[in-house]
């Protein structure tokens, strides 16, 4: 177990499972443990209910229809059921798809799979921000264009894509828009007609849910998002996802999704405050320090920094009382820099020397005090050494 004096502020990583969600799935482990599928018995009737009215609830917070969510282990599986499903369902047989360079490898990696059987895949660039050039996109979009997949929000440096253009573009061309809203989903209010989405995937763990489940919104309306299943086994889920229901997981996210929706306005400005803070202190003692991502345009608990003159891995190998995720990841035993960092032009020197800060619920302004004093003090010590 981590010592309680370690700084958690890797909320996009994972998030704590709050505990009024705890208390919502606790029944359901224990006397409503039934499968979902036994329609012969009340223990089945009982989760069945538990399960339909959590999809009701899902629905609500989303602007959707109930029959509209499926139920995933995450937005892992989420997206590659969006993405590959909807290259099977094509009736018109289709062959182009459109991402980004910056989206998640759950994005990147099912369409780099669909590249390799064939289709033609365009990867668009992003400008300094992080932002897709809307002129670029429309430009891309032709007829034998599928779908269009552009996350919400990135999951390291926060920027928000403008999804509502992005999603009129697509509507006005005939193509489908999926969107990873992992990152957005309790952070922001996500309306499904609003940009509008024809496929959104969402996972509990990243609002204060519990890890291993997740769902994907799938337009039934006009148009209607046609998608063929990735696993096979059982009717379940309207066909698309077989499998025993975790009812208590089920359970969690819509009351994660719930409790997160009622606090957002209270919860954002709050999180903007002390990331305001964390910044300020640290732009204002450390010099050649770089914001990545647009200012304004992001997750209010979002910040990503590269320090000039430093290694990523070092620093956080010298933090151990401060939880946050480095820029670059490490492969083979190779540092290798962010995908997503190196499309908005870093340098490689910049690209492995910038650390992510995640703020979340828990956060409180002594933490980020502590937390900026660490990162300062290190930074120092290295350029020094």
Not at 113 to 122: I, K, N, P, T, Y
């Amino acid at each position: 177990m981590p010592r309680r004096s370690v700084v958690y502020l890797d909320h996009h990583a994972t998030t704590p499972v709050d505990p009024r969600v705890l208390e919502a799935m606790l029944p359901f482990f224990r006397e409503g443990f039934g499968n979902a599928a036994s329609v012969s018995h009340a223990y089945g009737w009982h989760a069945e209910a538990a399960v339909e009215d959590a999809r009701e609830r899902l629905a609500a917070a989303l602007g959707a229809r109930p029959r509209e969510i499926v139920f995933t282990s995450g937005a892992t599986e989420s997206n590659n059921l969006a993405i590959l499903g909807a290259a099977e369902g094509d009736r018109r047989r289709r062959q182009h798809v459109i991402t980004l360079a910056t989206e998640h490898p759950a994005v990147l990696d099912p369409c780099r799979h669909l590249a390799a059987r064939g289709f033609d895949v365009s990867v668009l660039d992003v400008d300094e921000h992080g932002i897709v050039d809307l002129d670029e996109l429309e430009a891309t979009v032709g007829e034998q264009t599928l779908l269009v997949s552009i996350m919400v929000a990135n999951n390291e440096i926060g920027v928000l894509q403008p999804v509502e253009e992005i999603g009129r573009l697509c509507r006005e061309r005939g193509v489908l828009f999926h969107s990873d809203a992992a990152q957005a989903a309790g952070r922001l209010r996500l309306q499904v007609d609003a940009a509008p989405f024809d496929l959104l995937s969402i996972s509990a763990h990243k609002m204060y849910g519990p890890k291993g489940v997740g769902a994907l919104f799938v337009r039934s309306r006009r148009p209607r998002a046609r998608l063929s299943p990735r696993q096979y086994g059982g009717g379940h889920e309207r066909a698309l996802r077989p499998g025993t229901l975790p009812v208590p997981l089920i359970v969690g996210m819509a009351r994660a999704l719930e409790i997160a929706m009622d606090e957002l306005e209270s919860e954002s400005r709050r999180l903007q405050e002390l990331r305001e803070r964390l910044w300020k202190q640290i732009a204002c003692r450390l010099s050649g320090v770089h914001l990545n991502g647009h200012p304004e345009r992001r997750l209010p608990g979002n910040l990503n920094v590269s320090f000039e003159g430093v290694d990523g891995e070092r620093l956080l190998l010298a933090l151990p009382e401060v939880a946050v995720s480095s820029g670059s990841a490490c492969a083979s035993g190779r540092p290798e820099p962010s995908h997503v960092l190196a499309a908005l032009g870093l340098s490689l020197e910049l690209a492995r020397a910038s650390l992510r800060f995640g703020l979340g619920r828990g956060t409180t302004e002594d933490e980020i005090d502590r937390a900026a004093a660490r990162v300062v003090e290190e930074v120092r010590k290295q350029r020094e050494a």
